[in-house]
């Protein structure tokens, strides 16, 4: 059953002590959930997981959980962004240590029994993860599944660990030209541990969004706005910030960076006011840059004022403690 868990009720979960005696193997619970950053080509983007496998880097027996007991967990990620997510896994005792992780999704079919994305111009049309094989050699029921293969190890505590599978589908659903249904990269997943996480949240003052639609309808002579809220990690001003330009990123000798996170800067219909959020941010310093032409950002390639793309404002420095709301508003800086 899929139910909906903020970052601070995981974080608050999260304990790292504990111990058992010297003829006892030690464990802790491991929890996994799933949210997403969202896009607006889309109304639903519907996931059916069926199989988590984690492999003991110590060469340990590797551990299979199924999700599909029941019926494969379906998951439609655009109903989890910002700091809501839904529950995978809950609670599942494993032995302390390192692991790697794969997460499975089963394959699109064109109906909406198997994943699919409800787009806004085609209709319902299949989903599928574009990469396939083994778990570090670990075989399981996965042939019509795309694995999503998290490369990094993490540690299992005594205690309870939770983790979140944050997906950025901004930069990661791709509808390929000329095939049929969409794919998401796996490379725009990442798995973050709650036990460091925080988010970031705000209002774009409604005085910002007329200026810089304003202004760019000035400058750049554009008439359709997307406002969007970039996250860059440490201190940085709108001169070094990068737009989206997909897995090869910039050169070493580019002072651009790409960003770490997006957000769509939505209106919330029962304040009326246009808000924003990151969810399950590690902890640390953060800049945000606000575009309201993020439309023209084009997720594989650089665009700049030549293409229509370019940043209004920027905010620095954001910072993120474990468990804690960060709350930067997106005001007129004079």
Not at 145 to 159: D, K, L, Q
Not at 286 to 306: K, R, W
């Amino acid at each position: 059953m899929i139910k909906p868990l903020s970052v601070l009720s995981l974080a608050l979960l999260v304990a790292g002590c504990g111990g058992g005696s010297s003829s006892s193997p030690q464990t802790g619970q491991f929890g996994l959930a799933v949210s997403d950053a969202p896009v607006e080509q889309a109304d639903e983007v519907v996931l059916f997981f069926n199989e988590v496998v984690l492999v003991p880097e110590d060469g340990g027996e590797p551990v299979t959980i199924d999700l599909s007991e029941d019926g494969p967990d379906s998951v439609d990620l655009l109903q989890y962004t910002g700091s809501d997510s839904a529950t995978l896994v809950n609670g599942q005792v494993l032995p302390v240590g390192d692991y790697t992780m794969c997460l499975y999704a089963l394959d699109g079919d064109g109906s909406e029994q198997l994943s699919y994305v409800n787009t806004q111009d085609q209709g319902v049309v299949p989903l599928k993860v574009n990469s396939k094989g083994s778990c570090q050699g670990v075989q399981g029921n996965t042939d019509q599944a795309g694995r999503i293969f998290f490369n990094r190890p993490f540690t299992i505590n005594t205690g309870i660990n939770n983790f979140v599978a944050e997906f950025n589908l901004r930069q990661g659903l791709v509808d390929p030209q000329g095939q049929e249904g969409m794919y998401i990269k796996p490379t725009a997943v990442q798995l973050v541990n709650l036990a460091g996480a925080g988010n970031i949240a705000g209002v774009l003052a409604e005085q910002q969004r007329e200026a810089c639609e304003a202004d760019m309808a000035s400058l750049l002579e554009v008439s359709e706005f997307s406002h969007v809220a970039y996250l860059y990690a440490g201190e940085r001003d709108r001169s070094t910030m990068g737009d989206l330009v997909g897995e090869a990123g910039y050169p070493a000798e580019s002072p651009l960076v790409a960003p770490v996170a997006t957000a769509d800067i939505s209106l919330d219909e029962a304040s009326g006011e246009y808000r924003y959020e990151f969810g399950f941010i590690g902890e640390g310093n953060y800049s945000i840059g606000y575009s309201c032409v993020a439309n023209f950002d084009l997720p594989e390639s650089h665009e700049t004022e030549e293409q229509d793309f370019t940043f209004y404002q920027h905010y620095t420095p954001v910072q993120v403690q474990p468990g804690q709301t960060t709350t930067q508003n997106l005001d007129p800086i004079l």
